[in-house]
C-alpha cells in the first residue's frame, strides 16, 4: 500500500527491549511470574530518510528468539 501511494520502504529500524510486563500486558498475554516482555519500536523509511510506518509490538519474551544479519558495506572488520 505504501509503495502504492508512492512511498516504497527503503530501510527498517528495529529496537528491541526486554523489560518488566505492565499489567495490562501480563494478563493479554497470559504470563505467568516474573515473564519479561520484548518490546520492538519498528520504523520504516522510505525515500530521503522520511519515516512511512511506526510499529509498537510487545511479545511474551520467553516465546521468541530474534534474530539479525547484517551485511558489511565498506568491507567488514575481525
Given at each position: 500500500?505504501?509503495t502504492d501511494?508512492?512511498?516504497?520502504?527503503?530501510?527498517?529500524?528495529?529496537?528491541?527491549?526486554?523489560?518488566v510486563?505492565?499489567?495490562?500486558?501480563y494478563?493479554?498475554l497470559?504470563?505467568?511470574?516474573?515473564?519479561?516482555v520484548?518490546r520492538?519500536?519498528?520504523v520504516?523509511?522510505?525515500d530521503?530518510?522520511?519515516?512511512?510506518?511506526v510499529?509498537?509490538?510487545v511479545?511474551?519474551?520467553?516465546?521468541?528468539?530474534?534474530?539479525y544479519?547484517f551485511t558489511?558495506e565498506?568491507?567488514?572488520?575481525?
Open positions: 500500500l505504501l501511494l508512492g512511498h516504497p520502504p527503503r530501510r527498517s529500524t528495529d529496537r528491541v527491549s526486554a523489560r510486563p505492565t499489567q495490562r500486558q494478563q493479554a497470559h504470563l505467568t511470574s516474573s515473564m519479561p520484548l520492538t519500536l519498528r520504516v523509511h522510505s530521503d530518510d522520511r519515516p512511512v510506518e510499529t509498537v509490538m511479545k511474551a519474551g520467553h516465546l521468541y528468539e530474534l534474530q544479519e558489511g565498506g568491507g567488514e572488520e575481525a
